[in-house]
């Protein structure tokens, strides 16, 4: 932490008590007439146009999911429609004052966001940007589509695009804004400042903090929404973004044009139900939404409930808030009441309401009561209002036709085209940097302490004589991370790293020692102990254009980030139809000594999850390599580093690990030992244990064993591995994962089917135990240690003469622990 920071013990034990700010609550109170000053009629009739363009598009789809049919126009729709009839000023009131600069995350039931920000986008944006944009999306893929018989101007001709490209993206079109990947609760539109709507409640909680962050870091304008709902108060997600964006060290820590809070606004969309579950009285204990931004820090985020049901009032608070934004006193936490006639889904019959409150709403309803107020104040004819619902409704007909049409608007074709899919997953781009401009480093790399020191390191573990230096001497597997991540440092000026205890300490393994010199705060900086924010926030950073360095520190704590590791950061890429880049690498550390909590090898965990490239080096010229490979591409990376093994020295490149820049493809195993009687493959430190094997087999048993170092599990070439199969015929995989479920027995099936005819005999797996890892001094019982690649072998693929076995590997035994389940 800090040594700035002194806690003075004499003040923090004085007796006091902490005074709550006033929150505000439906303080809005203005008239049409009063606002006469700050809208020209145009303007109040675009808020209604845009009310009734979402009301009219939400309605369209109930239609389909609950008749089969709008406007007699037939379709089957086996999507979800998660709709937001009734909080149609809401989200317009909230959209009103944004520019495409300014970035809006959805939420669960976010088609009425979309359609909102993007209106606000055509009204503001100039002809030729409108025609820019519509151009270059997927080479005017779309405009193409719905200029055809276009007479309007570029407006009406942008509105056509947006409804049109929405609706084909909830269809699942190809010629949908996402490629149809995304569909109803993915579907979004960047170019108009549109961010991904989240199907997981509350998931946009933490990822928008991030792109707030990336605003704040690289000195973007504009600030950023996360539109959640109330429901979404309930979970971990957005308990820590809250925390994420309001931390102090933004105001007491970071300098210059750095300092202050983080252009964000979460925008709770309170229709005051969680699906079938009332969040106030029921699911919650705030009673007001508001309520909770009190807790979160000293301004209590600038805490208001909005009625959200006058579109007026929910502009005038976000033009307020936003000038709070401007001046850096962020984050805000607005509480916009607002209220869903329909259920959670059409399929939801509402049983949970009465129809008493639904009726109750719709008699105060937002459109109704807002072109009631229009007629009155002599804005607007009911005519006028009556001829523009008329035009939205044959819109709507229009895009609905364009968007079922077959021909027109397909699905991607899977059949003549299988690996469409497939390749979305990866976008497998090379790049130096994320922005070209100045990075901001606090010193020439050569001036600094660490790299001074490396330089004088020895970068081969032994001398001419194979004697090993000391390990003060040698240059070890933490230097050759660090010399990667140093190095991406002073050429991408977008890179930021932070977690937990990154900073002062120098990371929680030293691997960091010398970067807290080098950087400043707001590039390498201590995160909340708060995993899912920690994945969360670099999330939105990279899908904006940074690229980010996240750390978990402990492989065990993966399940605290689990819906961001396993749900978010592999999936928007695809989901995006590689619209969204992903440039993030998590650094995670496998460790040991530490028992069950503290121990695991989740390698297994992330290797299921189709998204995401997951590496282990494990020694020093291939952990440099890795790096330096993972922090050029722009796809999202787990780095496993095993804490057993940090200063360990390079053993195998001849050579020692080069100084200058070098890459490693991923998915690329390295011979460690070339055999010839049996091949050994592994992944992480179980590497060193392995070649103590081999050379035991040698010394006792005359077996000259071929060591394979995985190095990557995604992606992984086996030609390497099956050409030394095709050599011994046999086949040892390895390493430190629970060996139930583990990524080493989908090698073994893979290596199975692949190299059958060239096997003496089945392939066998050794890993650890199916327990909770034991404290340090009992672990020799639990991962694989080189007795049990002995007893392996003479047990399951040739006698090995003389061998006393210690562990049993028969298949007695085999069937006995799985039907124990250890």
Not at 66 to 75: D, P, T, V
Request: glycine share 10%; hydrophobic share 40%.
């Amino acid at each position: 932490m800090p040594k700035s920071q002194f806690i003075d013990p004499v003040e923090v034990r004085k007796p006091g008590s902490i005074q709550f700010k006033e929150i505000p609550v439906n303080q809005y109170s203005k008239s049409i007439e009063e606002e006469k000053a700050n809208f020209s009629n145009e303007e109040f009739v675009n808020i209604f146009h845009d009310m009734s363009l979402i009301r009219e598009f939400e309605t369209m789809l109930n239609l389909i999911k609950i008749k089969g049919e709008y406007e007699g126009i037939e379709y089957n729709h086996p999507g979800p429609a998660h709709l937001s009839i009734g909080q149609e000023s809401a989200a317009v009131g909230m959209a009103y004052h944004l520019g495409v600069e300014d970035f809006i995350f959805g939420s669960h039931r976010s088609h009425g966001e979309i359609l909102a920000k993007g209106m606000s986008a055509i009204h503001k944006m100039s002809d030729d940007e409108l025609m820019d944009v519509m151009t270059n999306f997927f080479d005017g893929t779309i405009l193409n589509i719905v200029k055809e018989g276009h007479e309007g101007n570029v407006k009406s001709l942008a509105r056509r695009f947006l409804i049109y490209g929405t609706l084909a993206e909830i269809f699942a079109r190809e010629t949908g804004f996402n490629k149809g990947l995304g569909g109803s609760m993915h579907a979004f539109f960047t170019p108009f400042g549109v961010y991904p709507n989240n199907a997981i409640v509350g998931g946009s909680g933490d990822i928008a903090v991030g792109a707030a962050l990336f605003k704040k870091v690289n000195k973007k304008d504009g600030i950023v929404v996360a539109n959640i709902g109330d429901a979404s108060m309930a979970c971990g997600p957005v308990w820590e973004g809250l925390a994420f964006a309001s931390m102090d060290q933004f105001e007491q820590l970071w300098e210059g044009a750095y300092k202050g809070g983080l252009p964000i606004i979460f925008n709770i969309m309170n229709n005051q139900y969680g699906m079938g579950g009332q969040t106030c009285g029921e699911t919650m204990g705030y009673d007001i939404a508001a309520r909770i931004g009190a807790g979160v820090n000293r301004d209590s985020m600038h805490a208001e409930r909005v009625d959200g049901y006058n579109p007026l009032a929910v502009i005038d608070a976000y033009k307020r808030k936003m000038e709070l934004l401007k001046d850096k006193k962020g984050p805000v936490l607005l509480d916009v009441l607002t209220y869903r006639y329909s259920g959670h889904s059409p399929s939801d019959a509402s049983s949970y309401r009465s129809k008493e409150e639904v009726e109750a709403w719709e008699k105060q309803d937002c459109i109704a009561s807002y072109a009631s107020d229009l007629v009155g104040a002599g804005i607007a004819k009911e005519t006028e209002l009556e001829n523009i619902k008329a035009d939205i409704v044959e819109l709507m007909k229009y895009a609905m036709k364009l968007a079922i049409d077959d021909k027109v608007s397909p699905h991607m074709d899977m059949e003549k085209y299988p690996e469409l899919i497939g390749d979305m997953m990866f976008s497998n781009e090379s790049l130096d940097k994320m922005e070209d401009r100045e990075v901001e480093v606090n010193h020439p790399m050569e001036e600094n302490p660490r790299v001074q020191q490396l330089a004088k390191k020895e970068r081969f573990a032994f001398d001419a004589n194979g004697k090993p230096f000391s390990k003060i001497k040698q240059y070890q597997l933490r230097d050759g991370i660090f010399e990667a991540v140093v190095d991406r440092f002073y050429k991408d000026p977008t890179l930021v790293a932070y977690g937990e205890e990154n900073r002062d300490w120098g990371g929680a393994f030293a691997v960091y020692r010398g970067l807290t010199e080098a950087l400043p705060y707001n590039r390498l900086f201590n995160s909340p102990i708060s995993e899912a924010s920690i994945i969360g926030t670099a999330i939105g950073y990279a899908m904006c254009g940074g690229r980010v360095i996240p750390e978990i520190m402990y492989c065990d704590f993966l399940g605290r980030c689990g819906d961001e590791v396993f749900n978010q950061m592999p999936k928007w890429q695809a989901m995006s139809g590689n619209v969204i880049k992903m440039p993030v690498v998590v650094r995670v550390s496998v460790g040991s000594k530490y028992g069950a909590q503290h121990s695991q090898d989740w390698t297994s965990l992330v290797a299921h999850i189709p998204g995401l490239k997951v590496v282990f080096p494990v020694t020093p010229y291939d952990a440099k390599g890795l790096m330096n490979t993972a922090l050029q591409g722009t796809d999202p990376v787990i780095f496993f580093e095993s804490q057993r093994i940090y200063d360990i020295g390079e053993q195998f490149h001849e050579g020692g690990v080069p100084e200058g820049y070098y890459e490693i493809p991923f998915g690329e195993p390295d011979v460690k030992r070339e055999g010839k009687d049996i091949t050994i493959l592994t992944i992480g430190a179980t590497l060193y244990r392995a070649l103590e094997a081999a050379d035991k087999l040698k010394e006792e048993y005359g077996m000259e064993a071929e060591v394979i170092d995985s190095r990557s599990l995604v992606p992984f070439n086996y030609e390497k591995v099956l050409e030394s199969v095709k050599k011994t015929g046999r086949i040892i995989i390895s390493g430190d994962a629970n060996s139930r479920g583990s990524f080493l027995n989908d090698m073994a099936r893979n290596i199975t089917e692949l190299a059958f005819d060239d096997l003496d005999a089945p392939p066998v797996v050794v890993g650890s135990r199916n327990w909770i890892t034991p404290a340090y001094e009992l672990e020799e019982y639990f991962f694989p240690q080189v007795d049990w690649f002995l007893d392996a072998i003479h047990e399951k693929i040739v006698p090995l003469k003389g061998h006393v076995v210690k562990n049993n590997y028969t298949n007695a035994e085999q069937i006995r622990r799985n039907k124990l389940g250890i």
